[in-house]
């Protein structure tokens, strides 16, 4: 029994071990993730966003698939950062993945940026806002040509603007 518990003891310090560089390259992210040309205490956004915005774009949530009516959005037109406004995807890039999130294989340039996310125990290249870093959602290499790319967007992070 006694070698039992030295086994386990060594595999939990080994484990958090393995995990130390984890949360520091995650703690790096951050640290990075704060310098965007609009920058907004957490009140002022509390201010600005309903909750269910603040809770996806400032705490990085994810919205409920199927529940975005901009999954429905067909118009010419161009989708904004809900944060701060920031022009993110042209209509005309927009696409049904059938996975309940609006889905795009292109952002308008410079308009997006991205990192590792490693919520789910495995690395993900999340999406974010360039201009005020609002988490958007989440890029994946299972798009539709030209690109290949599939940007699986939060709903609830943009709004919609019709061409005029």
């Not at 951050?30 to 310098?35: E, G, L, V, Y």
């Not at 901009?70 to 118009?75: A, Y």
Request: aromatic share 10%; with cysteine; proline share 8%.
């Amino acid at each position: 029994m006694q070698e039992r518990l030295t086994r386990r003891r060594m595999l939990a310090w080994l484990g958090a071990g393995a995990a130390l560089p984890l949360a520091a390259a995650c703690d790096a992210q951050k640290a990075q993730a704060k310098s965007f040309p609009i920058q907004l205490s957490e009140a002022e956004w509390g201010r600005r966003l309903t909750p269910a915005q603040f809770r996806i774009l400032r705490e990085e949530g994810t919205e409920r698939p199927f529940t975005s009516p901009l999954n429905r959005e067909k118009r010419n037109g161009t989708f904004l950062c809900a944060g701060c406004r920031n022009e993110l995807f042209d209509a005309r890039t927009k696409y049904d993945s059938k996975t309940g999130w609006p889905s795009f294989w292109k952002p308008l340039p410079g308009a997006v940026g991205t990192s590792t996310d490693y919520k789910l125990g495995y690395p993900r290249t999340e999406v974010h806002c360039a201009d005020c870093g609002g988490h958007l959602g989440h890029v994946f290499d299972d798009g539709p040509p030209p690109t290949g790319k599939r940007y699986c967007m939060n709903g609830v992070a943009m709004l919609f603007r019709p061409a005029a």
